[in-house]
């Protein structure tokens, strides 16, 4: 089955400090993996992606890293802003569909 | 330029019409897909398209149906609309299928539909 929660959990944070949002998926086979960002009103948005023989990727102020043994993703985002309020989610390429995660909100505090 | 773009973006009717969504990209990709975002925020597939042919149907009831005239379009038509069938439909792309190379699939920025 698919890494579903049936709430929404939220990460508050203070402008200027580092986040963190986890993930778990749920197929040990899925070989690619993507983080997008959703903000109210719009729909998902590209943020990095990573495929299966990497365990970290760095793009402008996010970091990707995967846990093949855990089965486990996390996006870390850098000195936080305000505009990166939105909704996070992680999604694995699996059985040539992609499954989305039950996505975690982020609240950036002024 | 907008790069997948759905119309409309909001659709208010009442149960039991038939509706449709409208879905362009002019990213010149190949696959189209269709997911249903619930209210907890939950995105799920429901159909997907590679050069106008239908690859995925994740088991959704058949008053759906998605309709591909060309690669840029992808439409979703609606009968006999439930009051469960409130929700966000997001129209997405991607160069080829998912699972066949590892590359993002681009979001529109959806259609919300309620039914009265």
């Known amino acids: 089955g698919e890494s579903v929660g049936l709430h929404l959990p939220t990460l508050s944070v203070q402008e200027g400090d580092n986040s963190i949002i986890n993930c778990a998926y749920s197929?040990?086979?899925?070989?690619?993996f993507i983080w997008y960002k959703q903000e109210s009103g719009k729909g998902p948005q590209f943020i990095i992606d990573?495929?299966?023989?990497?365990d970290k990727r760095q793009g402008q102020r996010v970091t990707v890293l995967l846990n093949k043994t855990v089965k486990h993703l996390s996006l870390q985002i850098a000195a936080t802003q305000p505009g990166d309020s939105a909704v996070y989610f992680c999604?694995?390429?699996?059985?040539?569909?992609?499954?989305f995660g039950s996505g975690t909100r982020l609240l950036v505090r002024p | 330029d907008t790069a997948v773009s759905q119309t409309p973006k909001y659709l208010v009717t009442q149960m039991g019409n038939d509706k449709s969504i409208k879905c362009e990209q002019n990213?010149?990709?190949?696959?189209m897909y269709w997911y249903k975002q619930d209210s907890k925020k939950f995105l799920k597939i429901m159909f997907s398209?590679?050069?106008?042919?239908?690859?995925i149907n994740e088991t959704v009831p058949n008053r759906f149906s998605p309709k591909s005239p060309d690669k840029a379009h992808l439409n979703l038509h609606i009968n006999s609309l439930e009051l469960g069938d409130s929700a966000v439909y997001f129209c997405?792309?991607?160069?080829?299928?998912?699972?066949?190379?590892?590359?993002?699939?681009?979001f529109g920025d959806g259609t919300r539909l309620s039914i009265l």
């Open positions: 997405a792309s991607s160069q080829d299928p998912a699972g066949y190379s590892n590359q993002p699939q681009h």
């Open positions: 197929n040990s086979a899925s070989d690619y």
């Open positions: 990573i495929r299966s023989n990497m």
């Open positions: 999604a694995e390429n699996s059985s040539y569909k992609l499954i």
């Open positions: 990213l010149g990709h190949d696959t």
């Open positions: 398209y590679n050069n106008k042919e239908l690859i």
